[in-house]
């Protein structure tokens, strides 16, 4: 079975920048501060990232365990049957991020996949100007709010916010498992075409270029696979967002998680 490296980078930051509104403003005019004026600036939100876990207490016993664990010696295992040596190695080599950058399925996954974050990116923006907006409003003097009044005033707009960055978080979780679906076609006929090409070259064993210190050109084929994905799959639909509205940034996480611990 040929292992894959990763097709293209699609994951962003958990927590990205422009998900949190402007603090300050350059070339605002002073003002004064916000004690001498009865109104308070309203505190930035703390990040919602998945809390930092406290540091366990150390336990000598478990500590111990896990010393003799990893220091346990190699078991001695009886010998198996006797089995037919395998075949003779016929090797072929391949670029495999060669291949994808060639696809004409990959750059049109990617494609849309930039324009979807591009739009939600867009989106974003927009919401902070009005977070923007609504906290200069509540920092006017001129508004005269009583202290209940802003409190509440303030209260409502960091659920806003918090709201919104979530929503947003969920959402570029779900631009993500569009493009995983996506690239999981072209993951498993790029298997099928390196097998197909292999086999009419007699290949029994293809490894990756970047492996390999030495080899012919004879043994590559890059170029072969490269032509044939793209006469077999020359497109791949990207599935709708929507189809993917139970997905969201906890959930594709810890998929992720499972997924990383397995492939350990």
Do not use: C
């Amino acid at each position: 079975m040929l292992t894959l490296a990763p097709l293209t980078a699609y994951a962003q930051s958990s927590q990205p920048g422009w998900f949190l509104p402007s603090q300050s403003s350059q070339g605002a005019p002073a003002r004064a501060p916000a004690e001498s004026r009865g109104v308070r600036h309203i505190t930035r939100l703390p990040d919602l990232g998945p809390p930092i876990p406290a540091t366990p207490k150390p336990d000598p016993a478990a500590e111990a365990a896990a010393e003799a664990q990893a220091n346990a010696p190699i078991p001695s295992l009886p010998p198996l049957i006797h089995e037919n040596p395998p075949p003779a190695p016929v090797i072929g080599v391949i670029g495999v991020p060669d291949v994808l950058q060639a696809s004409t399925a990959a750059r049109g996954v990617d494609k849309e996949i930039q324009q979807r974050r591009t739009a939600l990116t867009e989106e974003a923006q927009r919401e902070q100007e009005l977070w923007r907006r609504t906290q200069e409003a509540l920092a006017d003097p001129r508004a005269h709010f009583s202290p209940d009044e802003l409190r509440a005033r303030e209260l409502q707009l960091q659920n806003r916010i918090a709201s919104d960055q979530l929503a947003f978080r969920n959402q570029e979780a779900r631009i993500q498992a569009a493009a995983q679906v996506a690239l999981g076609q072209i993951e498993r006929t790029l298997i099928a075409v390196i097998r197909q090409v292999a086999t009419s070259r007699g290949m029994n064993l293809v490894l990756h270029r970047a492996q390999v210190a030495l080899n012919m050109n004879d043994f590559d084929i890059t170029d072969e696979v490269t032509k044939q994905l793209n006469q077999v799959l020359p497109s791949v639909p990207v599935p709708p967002d929507a189809a993917f509205a139970n997905v969201t940034a906890a959930s594709l996480q810890a998929q992720q998680q499972q997924q990383g611990q397995q492939g350990q």
